[in-house]
C-alpha cells in the first residue's frame, strides 16, 4: 500500500464525496447499531455517517498512519448516545478478527481497488453481517483511461522501469456483473451499477494534482528524488494533451462501480 499525504488527497475532496453520497443514498438501513467504514482515509466522509445515524456507533478502519493521524480528531460522541472512532488496522486483518452477525452495515469507498482480487473477500464481508445488514462498495473503474496507460507507459521506459517495476501495474478491476454475481452466490440481494463522472477542474496541470494522490502515488514513492522530479515534468505534458484545457476548465472522465448487498 503506498504512503498517502491527506493534504494533496483533500484538494478534491467535494469531488471525491460525490460517489461516496450516491453509494450511502442506495442504503436504506433503518437504525443500525455498528457501522464500519474499511479505508476511512481522514475520516471526513466517515464522519457523515454518525450523522445520519446519530445512535450508531461508527468505526472508521485505515491501514495508514498519516490518514488517521487527520482522522482521529473527528472522533466524538453524538448526542444520541453514539460514536465515532478510529482503529489502524488492514482491512483485511480487521474483516478476519471480526466475529458473524456483528456488523449493520460495512462500507468501503474507494479502498478495495488496493487489495489484490478483493472479491475473494466477499465472503468474509457478508459474513460480518447481521441479518438484514448491507454492504456497500464504490471503486474506481478508470484503470484503461488514458491517465494511468500514460502512467503504465511510462514508468515502462527508461531511465524509470528498473525502479518502478510492479509499482506500475495494476490488475483490472471488477466491474458491477462480476459484482452481481460474487455477491447474488452468496444469497444476499444485490442492486451494482457504474457511473462516469465529468470532473471539471481548474489550474495548469489539474489532472496530475488529482491522479498524484491517489493512483499515480505508487510509482511516484519508487523513484529516488531526482527521478521523481524528471518523471513529473514528462507525465505532466502527457497528461496535458491526454486532458486539453477549455474556457471552462479540463474534463477529467472517471468511471466508478457501485455494489450495494444486503444478507438476507
Not at 52 to 67: L, N, Q, T, Y
Not at 96 to 122: G, K, T, Y
Not at 192 to 206: C, I, K, M
Not at 247 to 254: C, I, Y
Request: some cysteine; hydrophobic content about 45%; overall charge negative.
Amino acid at each position: 500500500m503506498p504512503h498517502w499525504d491527506p493534504t494533496q488527497y483533500a484538494v478534491f475532496a467535494d469531488d471525491r464525496s460525490r460517489p461516496f453520497d450516491d453509494l450511502l443514498a442506495r442504503v436504506a438501513a433503518a437504525d443500525p447499531w455498528t457501522i464500519v467504514d474499511l479505508g476511512c482515509g481522514t475520516g471526513e466522509l466517515t464522519a457523515t455517517l454518525l450523522d445520519r445515524w446519530p445512535s450508531a456507533e461508527v468505526i472508521g478502519v485505515d491501514s495508514s498512519p498519516e490518514m488517521l493521524v487527520a482522522a482521529l480528531p473527528r472522533a466524538r460522541t453524538s448526542p444520541d448516545g453514539g460514536r465515532l472512532r478510529f482503529e489502524e488496522a488492514d482491512l483485511r486483518d480487521w474483516v478476519a478478527r471480526r466475529s458473524e452477525l456483528s456488523c449493520d452495515v460495512v462500507v468501503s469507498n474507494a479502498a478495495l481497488q488496493w487489495v489484490p482480487d478483493h472479491l475473494a473477500l466477499m465472503p468474509a464481508l457478508v459474513r460480518v453481517l447481521s441479518p438484514g445488514g448491507w454492504l456497500a462498495v464504490q471503486i474506481p473503474g478508470n484503470h484503461d483511461s488514458p491517465s494511468h496507460e500514460l502512467l503504465r507507459e511510462l514508468a515502462a521506459t527508461e531511465p524509470y522501469a528498473p525502479y518502478v517495476g510492479a509499482a506500475a501495474r495494476r490488475p483490472p478491476t471488477p466491474g458491477p456483473a462480476d459484482y452481481l454475481e460474487a455477491l447474488s452466490a452468496l444469497g444476499c440481494a444485490v442492486d451494482t451499477w457504474e457511473t462516469t463522472y465529468f470532473h471539471v477542474l481548474a489550474g495548469r496541470d489539474p489532472v496530475w494534482e488529482w491522479i498524484s494522490g491517489t493512483g499515480a502515488r505508487p510509482v511516484l514513492q519508487a523513484l529516488p528524488e531526482d527521478l521523481r522530479a524528471e518523471f513529473t515534468a514528462e507525465y505532466q505534458a502527457r497528461l496535458r494533451v491526454a486532458y486539453p484545457a477549455a474556457e471552462h476548465g479540463t474534463t477529467l472522465p472517471f468511471r466508478r462501480v457501485f455494489a450495494v448487498a444486503r444478507r438476507t
